[in-house]
């Protein structure tokens, strides 16, 4: 709840890595101009990997930014921040990599909002749990949970913080508002999912990006989605029938007790990702103002 009273919803935004820049430029946007933007909604994390993570998932990373920066950013703005490490495909000697290690046990002892990991591998939960204590679990979506006594099943592990529901599970509204309260808290929904409603192979496409990150040779996934050729479209992901848009939030999700929303965009441009602060986050009079706003910010590359 707000100050007022209202159910806040507490977005989870990507690129905590890879759109550094973006961040630099809005974070202080958002707290110094708190009226552009919808009272009842806040930045719950941002989230992202730096490039060449052998435990990275979901999205291959080029995220370059300083690990310290980044820490030293959420840290100032009190935002929580979360390393995407959902590779499906780990094995036990990949736990020993210093790199990611180093990573969790930076974002483990800093200061500030709790951070957290986003997981797919039971292997790597486990080590996490046992080594880094300290970092909150998120069941990353990679897991492709569409059958929902499938996702009832992760809500109830006490392994994990937040889950995420594959996006086709987003409008099962009679079942979803069955849920108990403690587990209606639990739920991440992702918002603006691109990928074909009718997909069978989404698991194949992340075991992909998971061989990638490793790097391990296999075969490329092969997308036999309608417009796959096209890439991310925002206009297209609107028509998706698990689209969550911002007035969804307001009059569906939230009344419904639902009060966490994922935002993915990690491998498009920061461009696009700022749409989607405009669309999720920014009240339309103000939505030029903020655009310009970032726009002249000389330091940052919107292209």
Known sequence: MNQSGKAVAHYHLPGL???????????????EHREYFYDW????????????????G???????????????LTREYGVSARLTFSNSLLRKEHLSDSQCNALCALLEKAEGPQNGVIVHSELLTQYLKKTYPGLYLVSSTTKVLTDFADFRRELARE????????????????????LPDAEKRK???LCNECCWFGCRDRKDCYEAVSRKNLGESGPEHPCAAPNAAGGYRFSRAMENPG????????R??????????KIEGRSLGSALILEFLLHYMTKPEYQLHVREAIYLENTLDLF
């Open 243 to 250: 689209f969550i848009g911002v007035e969804d939030i307001q």
């Open 58 to 72: 979901g999205r291959v990373s080029s995220g370059d930014a300083s690990p310290r920066r980044v820490l030293a």
């Open 17 to 31: 890595f890879e759109f550094y820049e973006l961040y630099r430029a809005f974070l202080p946007l958002f707290r």
């Open 159 to 178: 392994d994990f913080r937040y889950v995420v529901p594959d996006f086709r599970l987003n409008r099962k509204f009679a079942l979803l508002k069955e």
């Open 187 to 189: 739920v991440e929904f």
């Open 252 to 261: 569906l999700y939230l009344p419904m007790g639902f009060s966490h929303f």
């Open 41 to 56: 909604c806040d930045i719950g994390s941002l989230y992202g990997a730096p490039a060449d993570c052998l435990w990275g």
